[in-house]
């Protein structure tokens, strides 16, 4: 197993100078929550942060000119094997959405070790909203005990709750993107023009970078020819049923549900309407609670999308 994250970031300049300011006056919180909506960076964001940490009296050190870790830096490498020996990742399995106890259990030896060349140990916790309350309990009594130059790292969906007996013992750093900043970053990664993509931005005002992203490689995929906006590429989705077990995409796909029905009623309101999108989301709701196929669910938004 490894981890992925691009090498370089985006809109994350100013809280990583703010950062490598508290490092510098040795005043680095030791444990700190990453809170923001998916998809806007934020565990790219974590990753550089300990890379400067624990690259600083290294070779090929993070390059803090240019924000940008460098790809023979030993502790990139080893991070990315999960194999530093001052690095640890908690972190839901894949296709999971919950932290299991035993992933905090497991953190233990690590915790209690001694740092290797007196450097910071770290311990990031990716999708913390994944916490269960008996895995949440468990991290509780390991950030309440003192431990000197042991940092966590808390990375927090802002669309899920998180325990606030966590919440009240870490400072918060809360990160938004106006559609700007979205729309910005977005043509920084894929080196193209967001017009040239999209149809209008009004995708930037609910989507993330991330998933803006995921949107681009989905039309390609699908060879569309025309610019994206929401209804065509809700319409390749549902007559494809694409991927209908990954839930990362079946909440991409949700989300533009909503924003269709939201121009819709913006457009013209029809109470009608309404009323039947509130009862379909609430069927998709109950679907995904009790894991029901929603296949015909698609077929219905499909058909009353196209009337």
Same mark, same amino acid.
């Given at each position: ?7 370089? =970031? ?39 942060? +300990?890379?400067? #940490?624990?690259?600083? *009296?290294?070779?090929?050190?993070? @390059?803090? +000119?240019?924000?940008?870790? *460098? @790809? ?28 299991? #106890?035993?992933?905090? /259990?497991?953190? !233990? ?7 290797? *060349?007196?450097?910071? /140990? ?9 916490? $269960?309350?008996?895995?949440? *309990? ?8 003192? %431990? ?20 009240? /013992?870490?400072? +918060? ?23 040239? #993509? !999209? ?35 809700? %319409? ?8 209908? %077990? ?5 909440? =991409? ?19 009608? $309407?309404? =009323?039947?999108? $509130?009862?379909?989301?609430?069927? +998709? ?8 196929? =929603? ?10 999308? $196209?009337?």
């Amino acid at each position: 197993m490894n981890v992925d994250f691009n090498k370089k =970031i985006y809109g994350y300049n100013d809280l990583l100078n703010f950062f490598i300011k508290l490092d510098k006056e040795e005043r680095i919180p030791n444990k700190f929550i990453l809170s923001g909506n998916k998809g806007i960076g934020k565990s790219t964001f974590a990753y550089h942060l +300990i890379n400067y #940490i624990l690259s600083k *009296n290294e070779k090929d050190k993070y @390059d803090t +000119i240019n924000y940008k870790i *460098n @790809d023979e830096n030993r502790s990139y490498k080893l991070i990315k094997d999960l194999t530093h020996p001052n690095f640890f990742l908690i972190d839901a399995d894949e296709g999971k959405e919950q932290i299991s #106890i035993d992933k905090i /259990r497991k953190s !233990f030896d690590f915790i209690n070790k001694s740092s290797m *060349n007196n450097d910071f /140990r770290i311990v990031l916790i990716d999708n913390a909203e994944y916490l $269960n309350q008996s895995s949440g *309990n468990a991290l509780l009594k390991i950030i309440e005990e003192p %431990n000197e130059k042991l940092i966590f790292i808390l990375v927090h969906d802002i669309s899920y709750k998180l325990l606030d007996t966590i919440k009240s /013992r870490c400072i +918060i750093f809360k990160k938004v993107f106006s559609c700007e900043e979205k729309i910005s970053i977005f043509e920084k990664v894929v080196n193209q023009n967001f017009s040239d #993509i !999209f149809e209008n931005n009004f995708l930037s005002k609910f989507m993330s970078v991330g998933e803006l992203i995921y949107l681009k490689q989905f039309s390609e995929e699908y060879k569309l020819k025309e610019k994206i906006d929401n209804k065509n590429i809700l %319409n390749i989705y549902l007559m494809n049923k694409y991927n209908k %077990n990954n839930k990362r995409i079946q909440k =991409i796909m949700l989300k533009l549900m909503q924003i269709y029905l939201y121009q819709i009623n913006m457009n013209s309101f029809n109470e009608k $309407n309404y =009323i039947w999108y $509130n009862s379909f989301f609430k069927k +998709i709701t109950e679907a995904n609670i009790y894991n029901l196929d =929603i296949g015909n669910l698609y077929f219905e938004f499909q058909k009353k999308m $196209n009337e």
